[in-house]
């Protein structure tokens, strides 16, 4: 195991060390810069559709999937986002950049059309990765596989590798910006201007159920219809532990907020990671309290772990206004590239 805490910047053997963009100054404009200030050009993927054993599907984006035994990377996004976030995008193009075809996640109902049951994808939904990372063994037998993940996606891929432990058919996994301790974060998102994406938060996930209610009635499935409604009203919810008691518990076999944060919080899973897995995380981040990051001796061997004093959640922006530089998609792309040379 190797840990890493950084000042300003981090050290990292094979990558130049991380230097805060200084015209962002402070977490929040780090964390905001992406998904407000980046523009991205176009990229070409295609769609395939994965049918799920229970008969619900999950869309999945790949990149740069010509034949071939190059290594293939699945980007996993966080909460409310698609396949189409900044940070996927960034990292799909960076990985085709050194050669590497990539495939990008859009967890249930996300990828702008609604799932076809009742239950969502949540912190916990390692059975949706484990199905996912199946299909592209089947597809490419014998093909390197790596992931990446990012805040909820990368809470949901530290919590399959320990469930897999020596058995996991990744060769390597990255995770960044992750809620190590759900129960600790939904309190963090609640505190200062952290409350403003609190606020987002709630109306981007009760308008998600609320379309799938209206597909539902739409479409006369009056059982799936039921299951919604018997959660009760949608409104008056302000809270991460308002919305995971009332919405994300019942809906997903868990007793209450408590269970379900403490059966998904990745924290708890971290000690039986048996592949090589890094680790970046800012101690600054506006949704993580730096208590909630695992401490050494929770971190199993084969675990490098990059603490950086600053960067914000899934921001980690360097370089000029004019010409701004994202650390994660060099320094991830690199790690990897590592691991698959040696």
């Not at 609604?114 to 939904?125: I, K, M, V």
């Not at 597809?139 to 596989?145: I, N, Q, S």
């Amino acid at each position: 195991m190797s840990l890493v805490v950084a000042n300003s910047d981090s050290i990292a053997e094979d990558t130049a060390p991380f230097a805060p963009a200084w015209w962002l100054p402070g977490p929040h404009l780090q964390t905001l810069w992406g998904p407000f200030g980046r523009r991205h050009q176009a990229l070409a993927r295609r769609r395939e559709r994965l049918w799920l054993a229970d008969g619900d599907f999950l869309d999945l984006d790949w990149h740069a999937d010509a034949a071939g035994d190059a290594p293939l990377a699945l980007v996993l996004h966080g909460l409310t986002g698609s396949s189409d976030s900044h940070y996927v995008l960034g990292m799909q193009r960076s990985l085709a950049a050194q050669g590497w075809a990539s495939v990008a996640i859009n967890w249930r109902g996300c990828s702008g059309e609604p799932n076809l049951l009742p239950r969502a994808y949540h912190s916990g939904a390692s059975d949706d990765l484990a199905e996912v990372i199946a299909h592209l063994q089947t597809l490419h037998p014998g093909r390197p596989l790596y992931a990446v993940g990012y805040s909820l996606g990368g809470n949901v891929l530290l919590k399959y590798l320990g469930e897999t432990g020596a058995e996991c058919p990744l060769r390597g996994a990255a995770a960044v910006s992750v809620p190590f301790r759900l129960d600790q974060c939904a309190d963090r998102i609640g505190i200062g201007f952290s409350r403003v994406y609190q606020a987002h938060f709630m109306r981007a996930m009760v308008d998600y159920v609320q379309v799938k209610l209206q597909r539902f009635r739409h479409d006369g499935l009056t059982e799936h219809f039921a299951a919604l409604q018997r959660l009760g009203s949608l409104e008056g919810m302000r809270t991460f532990w308002d919305f995971d008691g009332r919405i994300t518990a019942p809906l997903h076999g868990y007793t209450d907020a408590d269970d379900y944060y403490r059966r998904s919080s990745s924290r708890y899973y971290l000690g039986a990671i048996a592949v090589p897995t890094l680790l970046i995380q800012a101690l600054d981040d506006p949704f993580v309290f730096p208590h909630s990051l695992p401490e050494e001796r929770e971190l199993s061997p084969t675990t490098r772990f990059e603490r950086h004093r600053r960067g914000g959640h899934v921001g980690f922006v360097e370089g000029a206004p004019w010409r701004p530089g994202y650390y994660l998609e060099r320094r991830i792309p690199a790690w990897l590239a590592s691991l698959a040379q040696s």
